[in-house]
């Protein structure tokens, strides 16, 4: 059956299927946002507040050190919250730019990302033992009987510790063992295991930096030999958040095989009120490897939604 161009319904849009995905990403993600927006919350007596800093101090191009001493920042991990938001929880709507817009180009999207710190206490070398786990998944919503495409899992066992400079906090390093698959067999299977190596750094309580590298020695399931070479050898983030905190802009650069190759990501978050937790959010994508099996095929697309995110400050 040839794809039929796609006009909006908004009947179909908010379909009951639709309805019930939204809904389960902001019931699940609420509760780990809310810890999460208190894991750097100080609450404790400490010197400063991070509102009041980022009022005060914040600046974009100003490099400026947080304000939180190397005893203050161990309190706070051995008393923060367990549980929380990992990486950007959203739900999302979008069509491609690069080819034709039917009801087969045209998708929706979501994201769940969570973490667990697994135990309270600080370990050996004021390390922090946390588990992860991230799916994403791309759902053809507009055809006819509205498949999943795709379906991304990615668990994870890591190991964090804070980075401190003239005796303040300047950010983290992680090393993490991961896995990623799509849950499938046969031809369609795609699968890789990894070691993720990244450090976050803080240029200013407005602006991070976060490198991430996954090494050579990693083990590709059989349909997926040649995946990083199109996925990308590693990841460099950076992450802007106004001083109101109100609109968080990021930007993703992954180098693949070949000069000049990146895979990009840029998003735009707009906090709907100071007492939400949850963002509208527009996010483009150029490159290969957005989805596991289809990570042959170049794309080029822009999607809309509303997304659930970690608290900027989080640290791991």
Known sequence: MEPKVLKFNLVKLFSAKWLVGFLLIVLITRHSSALAQNELAFEYDMPWQQDNYLAKNGHFLKHKQLGLSKEEAMKMADTSPTFGVYRDNYFVTGIPINKKVTDITADAAFQISIKHRITKQILPFNTFAYLTYSQKSFWDIYAESSPFRDSNYNPGLGLGKYLFRDNKLAGAA???????????????????????????????????????????????????????????????????????????????????????????????????????????????????????????????????????????????
């Open 174 to 316: 992680s090393v993490q063992v991961m896995h990623e698959s799509n849950g499938r067999d046969s031809i369609d299977s795609r699968s890789w295991n990894y070691l993720s190596l990244s450090v976050k750094y803080y240029f200013s309580p407005n602006l991070s930096i976060v490198g991430e590298f996954w090494p050579p020695f990693t083990e590709f399931g059989t349909n997926s030999k040649d995946l990083i070479d199109y996925k990308g050898y590693g990841c460099l983030s950076a992450n802007y958040v106004t001083n109101n905190q109100r609109w968080w802009l990021s930007a993703d650069l992954l180098p693949r095989k070949g000069f000049g190759n990146i895979n990009t990501t840029f998003t735009a978050a707009f906090r709907v009120s100071s007492r939400s937790t949850q963002y509208l959010f527009a996010r483009f994508y150029q490159g290969y490897g957005e989805s596991q099996k289809d990570y042959q095929k170049y794309v080029i697309n822009i999607r809309v939604g509303i997304c659930i995110k970690p608290d900027f400050l989080s640290i791991f």
